[in-house]
């Protein structure tokens, strides 16, 4: 996969946190922020409203709110895939 550059705005404090933390695992700047970033979307990924809302084109501001109420209540149990079934439009 290519690599491209992208720019963003951090505060200073927070660049001499990766700063530091380069520097004792002996990382580039690139690879603690590529690293962190990896982290971070494999976390937001499992997260329910997003297993449950990426494939979905576009949601009102008042479906969200009802798969969020709905979701914020479910056990791990209720999470749990147990068969999946293609549907198509």
Aim: glycine share 0%.
């Amino acid at each position: 996969m290519a690599t491209k550059a992208m720019n963003f705005k951090l505060e200073e404090n927070e660049i001499m946190d990766i700063r530091k933390v380069a520097s004792v695992f002996n990382m580039s700047l690139t690879d603690v922020v590529r690293e962190a970033l990896k982290e971070y979307i494999f976390k937001m990924k499992n997260d329910p409203f997003y297993r449950l809302t990426a494939k979905v084109q576009e949601a009102s501001a008042e479906e969200s709110k009802e798969i969020l109420d709905i979701v914020e209540n479910l056990s791990d149990d209720d999470m749990q895939i147990t068969s999946t079934k293609l549907f198509r439009a």
